[in-house]
């Protein structure tokens, strides 16, 4: 039970605990869990803060926490499960139970002993409930089939799982009465396995059901032909050699040559271990060298169909039709509000925030500027490399919005080159700033939402020398002093952005606990696995062009703390491109367009 | 801990297979006869043989079995056999199974790594899982999803294990990145549900990065989601708020167990009133959507629970709740209306009777043969809305009343006593029910309803034309008179066969009803009777101080007299079967001198001090219910170990109730039968009883522990010999309705050294059992097996039964029904009723059905119904009748009635022990 509660409080405490010594606390943890979720009320009077300090090796917070710590400790599993399948006669005589959680016998049998006794005649419902279990059963002939299930699991979905084991015990067993079911009882069990996975229940038909019983499967025979064509192969290839042994012995007896013979005693020896491993392979269990033919097979097999992993972050299909319903929502959302409920509406997660899909877009023409940075700095100051590449793209959701063009309005800035697509008409760009297709009668092609890029329409490329253009420069300063290392970081912004999510990792020796944060502007976490600082600061502006942070470790070498990785993005470009306007070519007003500007780094780092 | 119990396959002890014959047919080829034995040595293993020869020769011959069922057969018998020695290490011939296993896990047949996957799930043992784990892990990106989905839920066993961290160090990653690739829906089901349980925040990130198309996922997928928000906002309140939008998201999913349980999780996670209300109006919905009495029960259930929880919600929605009545089920029906009978307001009160109204007429039309008892449930709903709110009695009283002739004479009972309490109430509706009363009289079939009938003109006809009609009405149903004539009985001696008939007209035109009513046998006929003169008697009473012509009263009087004479005449003359009973015909003779000789202590008697009880009864019958609600209300106080909630630092409004929660967690244990309640310990050392003498070689001494269905024994044997005790056994044998359930072992025992001995018994109903047993052993010098006997242990009846409440009519049925009775003759030292009562509840630990108020008072005699419930579902019925003896002493009897044997013995025994009282 606590090696789930122990992953919890090791998720909450990994900064503050040793290593070593997290065997202990579990194992405590195991023992006097039980205890503290009885004596609720006694670990709130003195004595017992202090135990729950040993535990968890750090002071506590607030008096909440214990609270939430205590709720914690009681046993955290998913709890709609199924715990048995059975089937009973009506004498009450148990014929065959299967159970899908750990039950001790005696348990098990009582279970099934109070069932018959409880079952009562003339109800049109089909459920028992007693204080501590639900019974859902169903009447076959002289049978009961059951299920024993907690009071809190889903019925619907219970029910629905009866239905299928009844259908498949009517399709197992010939005769629906004891006997029956008695010769068929492994058969039934293996059925039900395929229905029912550790309680819980599987998607399955009862056709799938008997093809997974069946166990006919077309890989094994092809692995048979296989393993048959390679003895078949290795038998050729020995007459083959044989002969060849013969003629050389009557080379040999021919002519006094000994060159020959090494060289083809060597041929033969690779041979026979070649064949050895076949012949061993096809006896299975034993064979040492079986797994090398596996492997050898798992790659014959995978290669022709091969999975396809999908894109899994794809946003949703048909947004026109689920605005009402997100409206009804927001209305549900807001009357919660209203009520006091905390509703959070904006979902991103925690973690990997910048990993999070762009939102899809919901005008019908959307224009993407977006510019990726590849900077290398140089820790001593200087540049060894600063690349920004930029896209314009287009995405049009529907087709009839397809024939435009677009204006767009560049910073003037001499350093970008740009480059367009080879069906845009060039003249029109370099004259009048002006992105069309090369053929007028040709629409632009529509993406669905799926395709979450659109369509390039320009590419921009810019490289420099000039420190000036850094938008972020970090400072780190490592500094032995004693039986410790003093690092100072300070980052110093230009003017030229407002950077968000700014995220500095510095890398750390393998440390056994979180390094002692000094000062900081911003916020800091320690990733122990990856022996990582992050430094976030949330935004970058006018109000903090520069900031600092200091941290201490044990000594080490000043070149651990680098490569210095840093992330961050912001909402205005190098080439202050913008659009200006759509320009429709069959006349019209100018449809509704938005545009998205995103700079973001992919590769920003101080070595 | 004890072993878990994966399997249960019945096996006839009459065909019992050897072991000798299952190994040759495991060494031979015949795969039939393979597959055959080892069904059979699985049969066995669960019989609670070991086999232990059985595993090499398994090993050697059905391991390299290439049949698909013998591997299937083996993964079965590798799952029960004993894998590990009596102190928990693994036994060294299991290494030999790994290699085996891990052949399977990389078998080109996909079922069969499949299922080897599925039996790791069912492992305990590191040390044979720890060579696996590679194989596992390859299985992850098999192209098969059959293969996939059981691999995941192997790595997820595994991590759980006491030591999986350290074997599957990084697999919640693993199973992160199958999670973002995976497209089978159980495979993703399986694999969220790993994080789920194994590193729940990556579960939380998956969710969130994908919460837009939540509600695009799979069912099974939804369900842990669902499970998932329950538990994270459990552990962390604050959070909540991010979640209910993916709740709201999915109670519009197309299937109806993942709305089920939306409505669930909203419920456990927010208090506030919109979202109850949706909870609420989900469970309506599936309440008439699913056909199923099941899911309509079940969500009933839920329905109850939020109306406790959220009253005033439901109220808005009892409409919706209503409409359940349309299901035929009776036991839904019922369900419904207690709903709906707590939530009915003045607001809503005239809209659900006119409801109920209708299905009263609905239920006359149809055919179904339920339909009587439903009308019967439909007026006592009725009857109790008119109570509460007593407005609508007047709309409801008339439409009633068409129901006193039903042929359903319960619920023309219920009608009747409807009526009776609506005019005492409702003084306003007394003429208008007299009159209708009047009208409906003739209409009336059963006997009981109608000497109800007549109580209720006696008493509430009082204007003077009111109770002219009321004597009207009662002559006019009497028939001509006189009832029996000397005439007819010249003719009945003259043909005995003619008598019957003519009796039967007099008696037919007596009352038509009576006849018809054969419930009642002619002794009721009397009865009624009886209370047709008492009524007589009180309308001419009351004649008397309304009428003001002295000679109209004068009238009645004699009238009335006549028809009381031509009764008792009737009910002497020899033609009727039975003749009138000795009370009936003391009361109408009591009548007959009243009337003759009337003054006015008599008519305080007659005209007032019946209603002034009448009354008394009412209000008493109320404050009960009042009682009752204030029990009720107190009940739900914290228990000392409930969660302690520090309401003064976040606000009340919108908080969610955690002990519904924790109660969702301690369900699984409680079902799983982990759930064990501590106790304590002072108690404990009192239950240790002594098996064997100080002296003895051996000492023991057993703990006993009644669960629900079984009776652990802990057995402490201490060796008080200076010798090695070898082959120590401990026989036990069982009386009653106990069974052993493992074979005893074997041990062997220093010198002075003791042991622990668990022994479990099986227990299948409420018996008194009696557990025997020796003690055997050897010692090295002496080669005769050497015995020591035990003391019984005796089970005691009392750990099984618990009080329990029904009502008066249910008791009454089940005493009819019941077979086995034990009656048991007071023997007592106690000199009061009362004091003897309460002795008898306490020492059989059942409910006293009878009000306290039945039991008050000083007269000499008491009679009370009890009742218990054994945790088997068997009822017990005690009836305990005593009177006070001219010495002071009492006596009676103690009936017993119970439909087992087991019950009724084994409490009148305990009844007969304790009875004496005293000590």
Same mark, same amino acid.
């Given at each position: 039970?606590?090696?789930?509660?122990?992953?919890?409080?090791?998720?909450?405490?990994?900064?503050?605990?040793?290593?070593?010594?997290?065997?202990?606390?579990?194992?405590?943890?195991?023992?006097?869990?039980?205890?503290?979720?009885?004596?609720?009320?006694?670990?709130?009077?003195?004595?017992?803060?202090?135990?729950?300090?040993?535990?968890?090796?750090?002071?506590?917070?607030?008096?909440?926490?214990?609270?939430?710590?205590?709720?914690?400790?009681?046993?955290?599993?998913?709890?709609?499960?199924?715990?048995?399948?059975?089937?009973?006669?009506?004498?009450?005589?148990?014929?065959?139970?299967?159970?899908?959680?750990?039950?001790?016998?005696?348990?098990?049998?009582?279970?099934?002993?109070?069932?018959?006794?409880?079952?009562?005649?003339?109800?049109?419902?089909?459920?028992?409930?007693?204080?501590?279990?639900?019974?859902?059963?169903?009447?076959?002939?002289?049978?009961?089939?059951?299920?024993?299930?907690?009071?809190?699991?889903?019925?619907?979905?219970?029910?629905?799982?009866?239905?299928?084991?009844?259908?498949?015990?009517?399709?197992?067993?010939?005769?629906?009465?004891?006997?029956?079911?008695?010769?068929?009882?492994?058969?039934?069990?293996?059925?039900?396995?395929?229905?029912?996975?550790?309680?819980?229940?599987?998607?399955?038909?009862?056709?799938?059901?008997?093809?997974?019983?069946?166990?006919?499967?077309?890989?094994?025979?092809?692995?048979?032909?296989?393993?048959?064509?390679?003895?078949?192969?290795?038998?050729?290839?020995?007459?083959?050699?044989?002969?060849?042994?013969?003629?050389?012995?009557?080379?040999?007896?021919?002519?006094?040559?000994?060159?020959?013979?090494?060289?083809?005693?060597?041929?033969?020896?690779?041979?026979?271990?070649?064949?050895?491993?076949?012949?061993?392979?096809?006896?299975?269990?034993?064979?040492?060298?079986?797994?090398?033919?596996?492997?050898?097979?798992?790659?014959?097999?995978?290669?022709?169909?091969?999975?396809?992993?999908?894109?899994?972050?794809?946003?949703?299909?048909?947004?026109?039709?689920?605005?009402?319903?997100?409206?009804?929502?927001?209305?549900?959302?807001?009357?919660?509000?209203?009520?006091?409920?905390?509703?959070?509406?904006?979902?991103?997660?925690?973690?990997?925030? !910048?990993?999070?899909?762009?939102?899809?877009?919901?005008? /019908?023409?959307?224009?993407?500027?977006?510019?990726?940075?590849?900077?290398?700095?140089?820790?001593?100051?200087?540049?060894?490399?600063?690349?920004?590449?930029?896209?314009?793209?287009?995405?049009?959701?529907?087709?009839?919005?397809?024939?435009?063009?677009?204006?767009?309005?560049?910073?003037?800035?001499?350093?970008?080159?740009?480059?367009?697509?080879?069906?845009?008409?060039?003249?029109?760009?370099?004259?009048?700033?002006?992105?069309?297709?090369?053929?007028?009668?040709?629409?632009?092609?529509?993406?669905?939402?799926?395709?979450?890029?659109?369509?390039?329409?320009?590419?921009?490329?810019?490289?420099?020398?000039?420190?000036?253009?850094?938008?972020?420069?970090?400072?780190?300063?490592?500094?032995?002093?004693?039986?410790?290392?003093?690092?100072?970081?300070?980052?110093?912004?230009?003017?030229?952005?407002?950077?968000?999510?700014?995220?500095?990792?510095?890398?750390? /020796?393998?440390?056994?606990?979180?390094?002692?944060?000094?000062?900081?502007?911003?916020?800091?976490?320690?990733?122990?696995?990856?022996?990582?600082?992050?430094?976030?600061?949330?935004?970058?502006?006018?109000?903090?062009?520069?900031?600092?942070?200091?941290?201490?470790?044990?000594?080490?070498?000043?070149?651990?703390?680098?490569?210095?990785?840093?992330?961050?993005?912001?909402?205005?470009?190098?080439?202050?491109?913008?659009?200006?306007?759509?320009?429709?070519?069959?006349?019209?007003?100018?449809?509704?367009?938005?545009?998205?500007?995103?700079? !973001?780094?992919?590769?920003?780092?101080?070595? | 801990?004890?072993? %878990?119990?994966?399997?249960?396959?019945?096996?006839?002890?009459?065909?019992?297979?050897?072991?000798?014959?299952?190994?040759?047919?495991?060494?031979?080829?015949?795969?039939?006869?393979?597959?055959?034995?080892?069904?059979?040595?699985?049969?066995?293993?669960?019989?609670?043989?070991?086999?232990?020869?059985?595993?090499?020769?398994?090993?050697?011959?059905?391991?390299?079995?290439?049949?698909?069922?013998?591997?299937?057969?083996?993964?079965? &018998?590798?799952?029960?056999?004993?894998?590990?020695?009596?102190?928990?290490?693994?036994?060294?011939?299991?290494?030999?199974?790994?290699?085996?296993?891990?052949?399977?896990?990389?078998?080109?047949?996909?079922?069969?790594?499949?299922?080897?996957?599925?039996?790791?799930?069912?492992?305990?043992?590191?040390?044979?899982?720890?060579?696996?784990?590679? #194989?596992?892990?390859?299985?992850?990106?098999?192209?098969?999803?059959?293969?996939?989905?059981?691999?995941?839920?192997?790595?997820?066993?595994?991590?759980?294990?006491?030591?999986?961290?350290?074997?599957?160090?990084?697999?919640?990653?693993?199973?992160?990145?199958?999670?973002?690739?995976?497209?089978?829906?159980?495979?993703?089901?399986?694999?969220?549900?790993?994080?789920?349980?194994?590193?729940?925040?990556?579960?939380?990130?998956?969710?969130?990065?994908?919460?837009?198309?939540?509600?695009?996922?799979?069912?099974?997928?939804?369900?842990?989601?669902?499970?998932?928000?329950?538990?994270?906002?459990?552990?962390?309140?604050?959070?909540?708020?991010?979640?209910?939008?993916?709740?709201?998201?999915?109670?519009?999913?197309?299937?109806?167990?993942?709305?089920?349980?939306?409505?669930?999780?909203?419920?456990?996670?927010?208090?506030?009133?919109?979202?109850?209300?949706?909870?609420?109006?989900?469970?309506?919905?599936?309440?008439? #959507?699913?056909?199923?009495?099941?899911?309509?029960?079940?969500?009933?259930?839920?329905?109850?629970?939020?109306?406790?929880?959220?009253?005033?919600?439901?109220?808005?929605?009892?409409?919706?709740?209503?409409?359940?009545?349309?299901?035929?089920?009776?036991?839904?029906?019922?369900?419904?209306?207690?709903?709906?009978?707590?939530?009915?307001?003045?607001?809503?009160?005239?809209?659900?009777?006119?409801?109920?109204?209708?299905?009263?007429?609905?239920?006359?039309?149809?055919?179904?043969?339920?339909?009587?008892?439903?009308?019967?449930?439909?007026?006592?709903?009725?009857?109790?809305?008119?109570?509460?709110?007593?407005?609508?009695?007047?709309?409801?009283?008339?439409?009633?009343?068409?129901?006193?002739?039903?042929?359903?004479?319960?619920?023309?009972?219920?009608?009747?006593?409807?009526?009776?309490?609506?005019?005492?109430?409702?003084?306003?509706?007394?003429?208008?029910?007299?009159?209708?009363?009047?009208?409906?009289?003739?209409?009336?079939?059963?006997?009981?309803?109608?000497?109800?009938?007549?109580?209720?003109?006696?008493?509430?006809?009082?204007?003077?034309?009111?109770?002219?009609?009321?004597?009207?009405?009662?002559?006019?149903?009497?028939?001509?008179?006189?009832?029996?004539?000397?005439?007819?009985?010249?003719?009945?001696?003259?043909?005995?066969?003619?008598?019957?008939?003519?009796?039967?007209?007099?008696?037919? %035109?007596?009352?038509?009803?009576?006849?018809?009513?054969?419930?009642?046998?002619?002794?009721?006929?009397?009865?009624?009777?009886?209370?047709?003169?008492?009524?007589?008697?009180?309308?001419?009473?009351?004649?008397?101080?309304?009428?003001?012509?002295?000679?109209?009263?004068?009238?009645?009087?004699?009238?009335?007299?006549?028809?009381?004479?031509?009764?008792?005449?009737?009910?002497?003359?020899?033609?009727?079967?039975?003749?009138?009973?000795?009370?009936?015909?003391?009361?109408?003779?009591?009548?007959?001198?009243?009337?003759?000789?009337?003054?006015?202590?008599?008519?305080?008697?007659?005209?007032?001090?019946?209603?002034?009880?009448?009354?008394?009864?009412?209000?008493?019958?109320?404050?009960?219910?009042?009682?009752?609600?204030?029990?009720?209300?107190?009940?739900?106080?914290?228990?000392?170990?409930?969660?302690?909630?520090? &309401?003064?630092?976040?606000?009340?409004?919108?908080? %969610?109730?955690?002990?519904?929660?924790?109660?969702?967690?301690?369900?699984?244990?409680?079902?799983?039968?982990?759930?064990?309640?501590?106790?304590?310990?002072?108690?404990?050392?009192?239950?240790?009883?002594?098996?064997?003498?100080?002296?003895?070689?051996?000492?023991?001494?057993?703990?006993?522990?009644?669960?629900?269905?079984?009776?652990?024994?802990?057995?402490?044997?201490?060796?008080?010999?200076?010798?090695?005790?070898?082959?120590?056994?401990?026989?036990?044998?069982?009386?009653?309705?106990?069974?052993?359930?493992?074979?005893?072992?074997?041990?062997?025992?220093?010198?002075?050294?003791?042991?622990?001995?668990?022994?479990?018994?099986?227990?299948?109903?409420?018996?008194?059992?009696?557990?025997?047993?020796?003690?055997?052993?050897?010692?090295?010098?002496?080669?005769?097996?050497?015995?020591?006997?035990?003391?019984?242990?005796?089970?005691?009846?009392?750990?099984?039964?618990?009080?329990?409440?029904?009502?008066?009519?249910?008791?009454?049925?089940?005493?009819?029904?019941?077979?086995?009775?034990?009656?048991?003759?007071?023997?007592?030292?106690?000199?009061?009723?009362?004091?003897?009562?309460?002795?008898?509840?306490?020492?059989?630990?059942?409910?006293?059905?009878?009000?306290?108020?039945?039991?008050?008072?000083?007269?000499?005699?008491?009679?009370?119904?009890? &009742?218990?419930?054994?945790?088997?579902?068997?009822?017990?019925?005690?009836?305990?009748?005593?009177?006070?003896?001219?010495?002071?002493?009492?006596?009676?009897?103690?009936?017993?009635? %119970?439909?087992?044997?087991?019950?009724?013995?084994?409490?009148?025994?305990?009844?007969?022990?304790?009875?004496?009282?005293?000590?």
């Amino acid at each position: 039970m606590l090696e789930r509660i122990g992953t919890f409080f090791a998720f909450e405490f990994s900064t503050n605990r040793s290593p070593e010594s997290e065997e202990d606390t579990e194992y405590k943890l195991d023992r006097d869990c039980f205890l503290v979720t009885k004596m609720k009320l006694k670990i709130l009077q003195g004595p017992c803060f202090v135990f729950l300090n040993d535990l968890l090796f750090a002071p506590l917070p607030s008096v909440n926490f214990i609270c939430t710590s205590i709720a914690i400790v009681v046993e955290i599993l998913s709890s709609m499960v199924v715990l048995a399948a059975s089937i009973v006669s009506k004498s009450g005589k148990v014929l065959l139970s299967r159970q899908f959680v750990d039950m001790t016998r005696i348990r098990v049998e009582g279970l099934l002993a109070a069932f018959p006794k409880l079952v009562g005649t003339g109800k049109q419902h089909t459920y028992v409930e007693t204080e501590n279990v639900r019974y859902v059963y169903q009447p076959i002939e002289a049978l009961y089939l059951l299920l024993v299930t907690n009071k809190q699991s889903n019925i619907l979905e219970d029910l629905e799982t009866l239905r299928l084991l009844s259908k498949l015990v009517t399709e197992y067993s010939y005769s629906l009465d004891e006997e029956g079911i008695g010769k068929t009882a492994f058969e039934l069990i293996f059925a039900f396995d395929e229905v029912i996975c550790l309680g819980h229940k599987e998607n399955v038909t009862v056709a799938q059901v008997k093809q997974y019983c069946e166990m006919e499967s077309h890989e094994e025979k092809l692995h048979k032909l296989v393993l048959q064509s390679k003895i078949n192969e290795t038998k050729d290839v020995m007459k083959r050699k044989a002969s060849e042994i013969d003629k050389s012995k009557i080379d040999k007896n021919r002519s006094e040559k000994g060159g020959f013979m090494s060289m083809g005693s060597g041929r033969i020896e690779t041979s026979f271990s070649e064949l050895s491993i076949s012949s061993s392979g096809s006896g299975f269990g034993s064979g040492s060298g079986f797994g090398g033919i596996t492997t050898d097979l798992d790659a014959f097999s995978t290669k022709p169909k091969g999975r396809q992993p999908s894109a899994a972050t794809a946003p949703s299909k048909g947004f026109g039709m689920q605005l009402g319903k997100s409206q009804k929502t927001n209305q549900f959302l807001e009357s919660l509000k209203a009520e006091g409920e905390l509703i959070v509406e904006d979902l991103q997660p925690k973690v990997g925030q !910048s990993r999070v899909a762009a939102t899809p877009p919901t005008d /019908p023409i959307t224009l993407t500027a977006e510019e990726k940075l590849n900077v290398t700095l140089k820790r001593d100051g200087g540049i060894s490399n600063f690349d920004v590449q930029g896209t314009l793209s287009l995405q049009i959701l529907n087709q009839e919005d397809g024939l435009i063009q677009v204006q767009i309005e560049t910073g003037g800035n001499p350093g970008i080159l740009f480059k367009t697509h080879p069906n845009m008409n060039k003249e029109l760009f370099s004259n009048e700033n002006i992105l069309g297709l090369k053929d007028p009668n040709r629409p632009f092609p529509t993406g669905p939402a799926g395709d979450a890029a659109g369509v390039g329409l320009l590419k921009w490329r810019m490289q420099s020398a000039d420190e000036s253009m850094v938008p972020l420069s970090i400072n780190c300063w490592p500094s032995v002093s004693g039986n410790e290392t003093y690092v100072s970081i300070e980052y110093e912004a230009s003017a030229m952005f407002d950077l968000r999510n700014v995220v500095i990792s510095v890398p750390l /020796p393998a440390l056994r606990e979180a390094p002692n944060v000094r000062q900081i502007d911003g916020e800091w976490r320690y990733d122990p696995r990856n022996s990582i600082l992050e430094w976030s600061i949330l935004l970058i502006d006018n109000s903090n062009r520069s900031g600092s942070m200091e941290f201490v470790v044990p000594p080490a070498d000043s070149s651990v703390f680098f490569p210095i990785s840093v992330r961050f993005s912001a909402t205005s470009l190098y080439s202050d491109l913008k659009v200006v306007n759509i320009i429709p070519l069959r006349g019209g007003a100018t449809p509704k367009f938005s545009q998205r500007t995103n700079l !973001s780094t992919e590769n920003y780092q101080v070595v | 801990m004890e072993k %878990s119990c994966t399997l249960l396959i019945h096996f006839d002890k009459g065909t019992p297979a050897i072991a000798n014959e299952i190994k040759e047919a495991l060494e031979g080829n015949d795969i039939p006869a393979k597959i055959d034995a080892m069904k059979k040595a699985v049969m066995l293993l669960l019989n609670g043989e070991t086999l232990p020869q059985l595993f090499i020769t398994i090993v050697r011959y059905v391991l390299p079995s290439e049949d698909h069922t013998v591997q299937k057969l083996l993964l079965l &018998y590798l799952e029960i056999i004993e894998k590990t020695d009596l102190k928990g290490r693994i036994l060294p011939e299991m290494i030999l199974i790994c290699q085996n296993l891990r052949n399977n896990l990389q078998h080109p047949n996909e079922y069969i790594r499949g299922v080897t996957l599925r039996f790791l799930c069912r492992l305990n043992e590191t040390e044979i899982i720890e060579p696996l784990v590679p #194989s596992v892990l390859q299985n992850l990106e098999h192209r098969h999803p059959f293969i996939r989905r059981n691999a995941i839920l192997a790595v997820m066993s595994i991590y759980k294990l006491p030591q999986g961290e350290q074997l599957l160090v990084d697999a919640p990653e693993m199973i992160e990145k199958v999670l973002s690739t995976e497209q089978d829906p159980s495979a993703k089901r399986n694999a969220f549900l790993m994080l789920f349980n194994c590193a729940h925040d990556r579960a939380i990130n998956y969710l969130l990065t994908h919460v837009d198309r939540v509600s695009e996922w799979g069912e099974l997928l939804q369900m842990v989601v669902l499970e998932l928000i329950r538990k994270v906002c459990r552990t962390n309140r604050g959070e909540k708020g991010k979640y209910i939008k993916i709740i709201i998201s999915l109670l519009n999913a197309p299937s109806t167990a993942v709305i089920y349980e939306c409505a669930g999780t909203l419920v456990s996670l927010s208090s506030a009133p919109t979202a109850i209300r949706a909870a609420a109006n989900t469970y309506c919905q599936l309440l008439l #959507s699913q056909s199923d009495n099941n899911v309509k029960l079940i969500v009933l259930d839920r329905l109850n629970e939020l109306k406790s929880s959220h009253r005033d919600i439901m109220v808005d929605l009892i409409m919706d709740v209503l409409r359940a009545l349309s299901s035929p089920n009776l036991d839904i029906q019922r369900k419904t209306l207690d709903i709906v009978l707590e939530l009915v307001t003045p607001r809503n009160i005239n809209e659900v009777v006119l409801l109920l109204k209708k299905e009263v007429m609905k239920s006359q039309s149809g055919e179904l043969e339920k339909n009587g008892e439903y009308r019967q449930i439909l007026i006592q709903a009725i009857h109790s809305c008119a109570i509460k709110f007593p407005e609508v009695a007047s709309t409801v009283v008339h439409l009633m009343m068409d129901f006193l002739g039903d042929s359903n004479v319960a619920s023309a009972i219920d009608v009747i006593v409807f009526v009776r309490e609506i005019i005492e109430t409702n003084p306003k509706l007394r003429v208008s029910i007299i009159t209708r009363l009047l009208d409906t009289f003739y209409q009336i079939r059963a006997a009981w309803v109608c000497s109800c009938a007549l109580w209720i003109i006696g008493e509430y006809c009082l204007s003077p034309s009111e109770v002219e009609s009321g004597i009207a009405t009662i002559k006019q149903c009497l028939g001509e008179l006189p009832f029996y004539s000397v005439s007819e009985e010249a003719e009945a001696t003259d043909a005995s066969k003619k008598t019957p008939q003519s009796n039967s007209i007099t008696i037919s %035109s007596r009352r038509p009803a009576i006849l018809a009513d054969d419930l009642f046998s002619s002794l009721a006929i009397f009865f009624l009777a009886a209370v047709v003169t008492c009524t007589l008697t009180k309308l001419v009473l009351r004649l008397e101080e309304v009428q003001p012509s002295k000679v109209e009263v004068n009238k009645a009087t004699t009238q009335a007299l006549l028809i009381f004479v031509s009764m008792l005449q009737l009910g002497q003359s020899p033609v009727l079967p039975h003749p009138i009973d000795n009370d009936s015909c003391d009361r109408i003779v009591l009548c007959i001198r009243l009337l003759c000789n009337t003054g006015d202590e008599i008519r305080k008697i007659w005209l007032q001090s019946c209603r002034q009880s009448f009354v008394k009864m009412l209000s008493e019958k109320q404050l009960q219910e009042t009682e009752e609600l204030k029990a009720k209300a107190q009940v739900s106080h914290a228990q000392p170990d409930d969660l302690i909630d520090f &309401y003064h630092l976040k606000s009340r409004k919108g908080m %969610s109730q955690l002990e519904l929660e924790d109660e969702v967690q301690d369900d699984l244990k409680r079902a799983t039968g982990e759930f064990v309640k501590d106790a304590d310990d002072a108690n404990k050392l009192n239950r240790i009883l002594q098996l064997t003498g100080f002296s003895d070689p051996v000492y023991a001494e057993a703990y006993v522990t009644v669960h629900h269905y079984d009776i652990v024994l802990d057995i402490t044997v201490i060796n008080r010999t200076r010798e090695t005790l070898q082959n120590l056994c401990l026989e036990l044998a069982t009386m009653g309705d106990l069974k052993l359930v493992e074979r005893p072992q074997n041990y062997t025992l220093a010198p002075e050294s003791s042991k622990q001995i668990k022994a479990n018994i099986k227990v299948s109903s409420t018996e008194t059992g009696v557990i025997f047993g020796n003690i055997v052993y050897e010692t090295s010098n002496v080669l005769e097996r050497t015995v020591v006997v035990l003391n019984d242990i005796h089970i005691d009846i009392m750990d099984y039964i618990s009080p329990a409440v029904c009502t008066d009519t249910a008791f009454r049925t089940m005493w009819a029904e019941f077979e086995w009775e034990n009656k048991v003759a007071v023997n007592t030292v106690i000199k009061n009723e009362k004091e003897f009562l309460d002795h008898i509840i306490k020492s059989t630990n059942m409910k006293c059905l009878t009000a306290p108020s039945a039991l008050d008072g000083e007269c000499g005699f008491l009679a009370a119904n009890l &009742y218990a419930k054994s945790v088997f579902g068997e009822d017990a019925l005690v009836n305990v009748s005593i009177e006070k003896q001219a010495d002071g002493k009492l006596s009676g009897y103690i009936r017993i009635r %119970s439909k087992t044997q087991g019950i009724a013995l084994s409490l009148g025994d305990k009844i007969t022990l304790k009875q004496k009282g005293g000590s």
